[in-house]
């Protein structure tokens, strides 16, 4: 079945340091991608997404480009801020049905 | 605009007896989702509703575990005969749709059930 496999956490990165996670997917057909944050003691955040191969989803500084040939949907910051420090969950949508298939999810810290 | 709304925020359950979690999605949203995020699980889908169509309940665990939506709205999750490895947070989510694929899911803040 589907599947999304993302980078183990937690990762610690100083203020201003340049951010990557890795996410890598197992799909049939072509599905849509997404990432989602969960900031301390709050819900489920869409960040952003890509629907189709070479697309960019970006939001907040983030960046994540869709590959098909990789079928990676790796997140990428410039310069992460202390309250960049979240969970970070990448996940997949196929297009038969609705539901969303989730990373194990990236705890990020960021120190000042 | 209200956005996905859950309750109780909180529940401590004794093992064997049933529990209900209430899901209010956005008005106006057709598809609703269940998923349960526990630290040896990580995300799981439960459920899924779509407007009048059958459930998709395929990630449901066990027949201990049902859901309905009434009225195309709210919706509530049951489940029977609670054990220790329920505890988790229950997440339900709403879209306008369930397809086309972009459509966005809204996450209400959960559900943490703790089973003594």
């Known amino acids: 079945g589907d599947s999304v496999t993302q980078m183990e956490g937690p990762v610690t990165l100083s203020e201003e340091a340049f951010l990557t996670i890795n996410c890598t997917y197992t799909a049939t057909g072509y599905p849509s991608l997404f990432w989602y944050v969960q900031y301390p003691g709050e819900g489920l955040q869409l960040l952003l997404k890509?629907?189709?191969?070479?697309d960019k989803g970006s939001n907040k500084g983030f960046e994540a480009t869709y590959r098909k040939e990789t079928t990676s949907f790796h997140l990428e910051k410039g310069s992460v801020q202390v309250s960049d420090s979240a969970v970070y969950f990448c996940?997949?949508?196929?297009?038969?049905?609705?539901?969303?298939?989730f990373g194990q999810g990236t705890e990020l810290s960021v120190k000042p | 605009g209200a956005g996905v709304s859950q309750s109780p925020s909180n529940k401590v359950t004794e093992k064997g007896k049933d529990v209900e979690l209430r899901c209010d999605p956005i008005?106006?949203?057709?598809?609703l989702y269940w998923y349960r995020q526990s630290l040896g699980q990580g995300l799981e889908f439960l459920i899924y509703f779509q407007g009048n169509s059958a459930p998709d309940k395929s990630g449901l665990p066990s027949d201990r575990f049902s859901a309905e939506r009434t009225g195309g709205s709210v919706s509530t999750l049951t489940i029977q005969r609670t054990q220790q490895e329920d505890s988790a947070v229950y997440l339900c989510a709403s879209s306008l749709r369930g397809q086309p694929i972009a459509y966005e899911q809204y996450f209400g803040p959960g559900t943490r059930l703790t089973v003594t």
């Open positions: 996940a997949l949508k196929d297009n038969q049905g609705g539901k969303l298939i």
């Open positions: 008005s106006g949203h057709t598809a």
């Open positions: 890509a629907t189709k191969a070479d």
